[in-house]
């Protein structure tokens, strides 16, 4: 209780009516720290939706260089970069891997693979402040991450600790971030050198904006490829040899800046697609790619590949063209490795104009396949 600040007022207080409101604050402030919530299911960016006075989008905020999202800098809107929605090789925290997690509410959320609804902790209760996640067995890690609640502008604090034991209470720290001027926010990413771990407790220290740290997801992984979760080889680069062709600006599509977009006509059959081109044919297994969504427009769209450099042999990859499909923001196609030279990207549909515009693609070969696929908030 030391550090509710009705407590304080009512130590200064000698009388009894003092005490009486102290505790009636107290109460009233207890009912305040009930989560938050859930969010309706609008368009994404309806909270800022304005009127558009031609009918393409501005082009989005130019965006500081790509770093991961571990960072403490705070951002209105988080861009969902590759490696965020969907990481690399086998969540051990995950609950049909035989993880388990208890403390805070609905503890269960954090490890159901989805990435739909939270579990939370109070942060200002000593007793009430860590999720445990206890793994089916001792294994070696090198990457956790976890998604703080980021449908609103608030920021988060925490500490993030190990133990290499099922039980007891011999816990080393993986991440301190629970002092300013940490603003933690969205997805968190903590590597480290490979350690064998049993249990992971994540401790809520703080948040912006009540009383309680929500967290929506977490996992625990081995990254094969060392530690650098990030390091997966984007083919769609164009300077990884990658060649565009098609539509409007299509050389800002493999820029590897989310700061700009390309265009297509989905009303002429002449401008409606992009082709990129791969330096050479290669094993792919997702490609994934940005549609403008800072409005709440949607579209559609086919996504098709060529195992030739030229020629007309493709196969589909993805058809989301027809109604009631309504694709916004990051679009994740997974799929068995294919051998792959060409992408084609035809937009077929846009709620708000004749342009279909599409900010990034990327291309890659990813270990392991993806442990889930990606999903849209759905509140």
Partial sequence: MGDDPLNSAEKSSGTGWALFFAALG??????????LLPVSSAAPGADHERKALSSEPPEPA?????????SSAAKSKPVRLPYQE???????????HGAKATGGKRPELLIDGKTTSYAYTNWKLSSYRAF??????????????????DRSKRFYRYKLEASAE????????????????????SWQEIAFEPRVIARLRLTGMWCSKSSCVHVVEMG?????????????????????????????KAERVIDGSTSTYGYTIWKMSTTADFIITFEKPVAINVVRFLLYDRSPRYYRYKLEASAETDGYDWFM???????????????????????????RLTGTYSSSSSSFHVIELE?????????????????
Wanted: glycine share 6%; with cysteine; proline share 10%.
């Fill in 132 to 149: 445990v996640i206890t793994l089916e067995k001792p294994v070696p890690l090198n990457l956790v991450r976890f998604l703080l609640y």
């Fill in 62 to 70: 130019a965006k500081p260089a790509r770093k991961p999202s571990g």
């Fill in 363 to 379: 291309a890659y070969n990813v270990p392991g396949g993806l442990d889930y696929p990606w999903m849209e908030w759905e509140f």
């Fill in 26 to 35: 107290a109460f009233a402030g207890f009912l305040l720290a009930a989560p």
């Fill in 317 to 343: 990859l993805a058809d989301r063209s027809e109604p009631p499909t309504e694709c916004r923001s990051w679009q994740v196609i997974a799929f068995k490795p294919r051998v792959i030279a060409r992408l």
């Fill in 86 to 96: 969907n990481p690399f090789d086998y969540n051990y925290a995950l609950a049909e």
């Fill in 166 to 185: 099922i039980n007891g209470n011999r816990w080393f720290a993986l991440s301190d971030r629970s002092q300013p001027p940490h603003a933690c926010q």
């Fill in 220 to 248: 625990a992984y081995h990254v094969d490829q060392g530690q650098d979760p990030h390091s997966a080889h984007n083919y769609a680069l164009a300077e990884h040899g990658a060649k565009i062709a098609g539509g409007k």
